[in-house]
């Protein structure tokens, strides 16, 4: 605490740096945590696919053309997905800036008292609670009120270009272990070897999630491992009945 005063009160320009140094890190973890869940997705839904196929035959061609659908299928759905939620969300942040803008031209000191009662909530004294609220909009009232009131950056609203490449480049590198695994294991071993490279993976992914999410990193092993075990033997019973019943 003796330090953030400090740092406050000798050199304001440098506290504010580390604070908006801090809070970038956080934008990049969860760039990190996204990315590495999108791999996780490809992981499992490809490693599930592959292994029920091989449920039902260990034709090379067979499971190596079920792989590259699946991989392919789920980086475009992931892509899609995310391009058609980051747009809504990003429309919707829109709409509220434009309304924040046309409120603060049309009823500037109702947005002023506005804005000063939102600090006042938070645990000011209405007169300091007054002072930040005419200083910040005397600096920029529109990103004052988006922060403050709507929980946005007006300068860093989401791409969902960016959200959609991200999610189909880091599914697709997920998918690709599990597809290399199968194709260029021995027969008899391809399910051993997939099984035991997925699962590595999965721990791998899981403590990433859990560093980038700051959670329990061992319940996040678990929970992604156990989630992963379960889909592929699923799915590889489910390939086994299948191909014996039309086999």
Known sequence: ?????KLAGDDPSGYQAAEAEAGSHNG???GLRAAVLGANDG??????????????TLEPFTILAAG???LTAGALSM???EYVSVSAQRDTEKALLDKERRELAEMPEEELAELAG??????????LALEVAIQLHAHDALAAHAETELGIDPDQLTSPWVAAVSSAVSFTIGSVLPLVAIIFAPTDLKI????????????ITGYLSARAGGTPILRAILRNLV?????????????RLVGHTLG
């Not at 992981?43 to 039902?56: D, E, K, M, P, R």
């Not at 939102?118 to 007169?127: D, F, I, R, S």
């Not at 989630?227 to 390939?239: F, H, K, P």
Request: glycine residues 16%; hydrophobic residues 60%.
């Open 68 to 70: 590259i659908a699946g």
């Open 28 to 30: 990049r973890l969860n």
């Open 43 to 56: 992981i499992v839904s490809t490693a599930g696919i592959v292994i029920g196929v091989a449920g039902a």
């Open 192 to 203: 051993i070897i997939t099984v035991a490279a997925v699962a590595l993976a999965l721990v």
């Open 1 to 5: 605490m003796a330090e953030d005063q």
């Open 79 to 81: 892509a899609v997905g």
């Open 227 to 239: 989630g992963g075990l379960l889909a592929m033997g699923v799915t590889y019973w489910i390939g």
């Open 118 to 127: 939102l600090y006042q909530a938070k645990g000011l004294e209405p007169a």
